[in-house]
């Protein structure tokens, strides 16, 4: 079964460094997102992406943050300084039209700011 | 807008027990609702989906959830715990005409007891 495979797992980084997470999204699919998960809060949601361009984002997306498809197949979330704040589980999620509700998630990156 | 309230971060059941998740939502449009499980260590799993078709649905490993609007609900129900069912569980309500943004309630941790 298709799947959305994200790396690393689990990210350590040091406060001040660039992080690049991850993502291969379900291959027919056309939308895709980066949803972040604090320890113990909700699932939140950063960003999307469609036609090579951001089509939403949350305030919590700054201008440390940029997301990038690179080729045909990698979809990347940087985060150019991190904070210690910055510390959580990041999920990629695809789908694969527009008039389709369902998200496909990846098993997350978690990332850990020292 | 919307947003989900998830009553209850910790539910404890026994096996074979009903299990009973419970999960309002608050919309200006005609909501789109989904249940999704995250196992430990996993990414988020679709368990189940209303997009506004019949009000009873049902997914994967039994579960099932009715949607309510007179009661702005959409319960996730089981008729009998396993031990596999312990994760966390999300329900998470999207707008049928931005499918952007999902809105993910806080979660509800589901303990079986042998």
């Known amino acids: 079964e298709p799947e959305v495979t994200q790396t690393p797992s689990h990210q350590v980084t040091q406060m001040g460094q660039e992080v690049i997470l991850r993502c291969v999204p379900i291959?027919?699919?056309?939308?895709f997102y980066w949803y972040r998960q604090i320890l113990g809060q909700k699932v939140e949601f950063l960003v999307s992406f469609y036609n090579n361009e951001i089509s939403e984002k949350s305030e919590i997306f700054d201008d440390q943050f940029s997301v990038e498809r690179p080729d045909g197949s990698n979809f990347t979330l940087k985060i150019r300084s991190t904070k210690l704040e910055d510390s959580a589980m990041y999920f990629c999620a695809s789908r694969v039209g527009a008039n389709t509700g369902e998200l496909f998630f990846g098993e997350g990156s978690r990332l850990t700011v020292l | 807008a919307q947003s989900v309230t998830q009553l209850g971060s910790h539910v404890s059941v026994s096996e074979g027990a009903l299990v009973l998740l419970r999960c309002n939502y608050s919309?200006?449009?005609?909501?789109?609702l989904f249940w999704y499980v995250q196992y430990p260590n996993q990414g988020l799993q679709l368990l189940l989906k209303?997009?506004?078709?019949?009000?009873l649905v049902k997914g994967i490993n039994d579960f099932e959830a009715e949607f309510k609007k007179s009661e702005t609900s959409f319960h996730l129900t089981k008729p009998s715990a396993h031990m596999s069912d312990a994760a966390e569980y999300f329900c998470a309500v999207s707008d049928p005409h931005n499918f952007n943004k999902f809105y993910f309630g806080s979660g509800t941790k589901l303990n079986v007891k042998p």
């Open positions: 919309s200006s449009v005609p909501p789109y």
């Open positions: 291959s027919n699919h056309l939308y």
């Open positions: 209303y997009t506004s078709a019949a009000t």
